[in-house]
C-alpha cells in the first residue's frame, strides 16, 4: 500500500511502477512528497504484481508492458 508520509523517509534515487490496483491519487501524493531523484509510472490496465509471478505473458499487452516495465528499471 502507498502511504505519502512514507516519502519523507526514502533517502535515494527510487522507482515506483504501480499497477491499476494502488489508488492514483496516493501515488501521486507520494511523488509529490519524494525529495529524490525519482521515476514512478502506474501501468493503469495491468494487475498488481504484472512484473512478477503474476504477470500472464501470454497476454501480448501484458507482456509488453512487462517488458516496458523491466527496460524502464534497467535503462533509465
Known sequence: MVHAGDA???RIPTMMLA???EPVDDVKRYEENLKVAKHVEVFGDQIHGFMSARGDLKDAK???????GYKLALFP
Not at 62 to 68: H, M, N, P
Open 62 to 68: 501484458v507482456k509488453a508492458e512487462y517488458e516496458r
Open 8 to 10: 519523507a523517509n526514502v
Open 19 to 21: 499497477s491499476r490496483d
